[in-house]
């Protein structure tokens, strides 16, 4: 299935290249938002809370009025968790609050699966190199993405599970990798990271792994009608 994504920052939906260089921004996200109407799941980044420079709060709050969706950007504490979905949204995506020295940070995922439930998490297991990384991808961790959904399993209902080496290339993403991911979890698997063609979609599909796409979709190279 194919789960389109919003990022935004500075109040409009942007899309960025390895989650540094900007190569796309929308400043009406209008459009969008009816285009991605039809879809049963939506993912909705705010990048700003992500890097700790303010939020888009409100614009957050408004399309999850209108789309269900799936928030991230800034789930660092139960509070914050508890905020994003009284606002609107589905489940939480929880990334770098995860780890904590090198491994995985049982006590907080305990919290936040005890104040929330474990059904309204979903935790972003995001990879450079074949091992976690963290902080926007500039901390990288001795843990594999493997490891790390083993042991955190217990504490979400569903993963994210980013190849960060081919995110935003539109070049493909590694299929192998996210194999590995899904075979390691008897949890529900969302991938992305370069995924560009139907081909791709359905290919994940037929595996039982669902795809978030936004560079290709923005940039007008995925035709959200099928061909």
Known sequence: MLIPSI???????????????????????????????????????????????????????????????????????????????LSGARAVIASSAFFRDDAVDLAFASSLAEAVGPERIIAAVDSRGGRVAIHGWKTVLPITAVEAVRTLAPFCSEFLYTHIDTEGLMQGTDVDAILS??????????????????????????????AVVGMAIYTGQLPLERP
């Open 181 to 210: 991911v899904r075979d390691a979890t008897d949890r529900r698997v969302t991938a992305a990271g370069g995924i560009t063609t139907w081909a791709e979609i359905d290919r994940l599909d037929a595996w039982g792994v669902d």
């Open 7 to 85: 990022d935004l920052q500075d109040g409009v939906a942007v899309q960025l290249v390895q989650g540094e260089r900007l190569l796309f921004q929308a400043p009406d996200i209008e459009p969008w938002i009816v285009r991605f109407s039809r879809f049963p799941r939506v993912q909705l980044i705010d990048l700003d809370a992500a890097m700790g420079r303010g939020d888009n709060a409100p614009i957050v709050a408004a399309i999850c009025g209108r789309l269900p969706c799936r928030v991230g950007g800034g789930i660092r504490t139960v509070e914050r968790a508890r905020a994003v979905l």
